[in-house]
């Protein structure tokens, strides 16, 4: 194999993409007896979190943002994924756009604490299969990526 060749199947972009497929359809699986994904997990966390500190909810902003989407993407009418989240039951409705906050609802509570096991399980695995020190590692490391890389 050329030099070439080499350097272009090293891609870090090409391997981050492939790593997060398979991490994302791990989590998917293993969050599937609870009926949601680890998106809508993370987006339930997010909204739990957001409880805990007795915030009076999450802006779409903040709510893409937590995904690394645009939040014109979660715009009514346009997104499927507006439209799943606010049919859930997981969340209220926001009135307008402008001011739009989701926040949790009892539905949403009750969705979280059934997947958390689930969770909690894909956890446990994931440290078991990489290492407790290489998922620290590469925790840390995505967190400084997500902030050194950002445009």
Known sequence: ???????????????????????????????????VTANQFGLLARLH????????????????????M??????????SHWKRWTGS?????PRTLAYARWRMTDEGQRTLLKALPFWRQAQARL????GLQAVTDLNELLDRSAIDLTH
């Open 89 to 93: 039951g997981w969340s209220p409705i």
């Open 1 to 35: 194999m050329d030099k070439e060749i080499r350097e272009l199947l090293g891609c870090t972009c090409l391997r981050l993409r492939r790593a997060t497929r398979n991490v994302t359809q791990f989590y998917d699986h293993s969050l599937q007896p609870a009926g």
């Open 49 to 68: 979190a957001a409880s805990l500190g007795g915030s009076d909810g999450i802006s779409i902003g903040v709510m893409a943002e937590s995904i690394g």
């Open 127 to 130: 440290r078991k299969s990489l």
């Open 70 to 79: 645009d939040p014109t993407t979660f715009e009514p009418g346009i997104s």
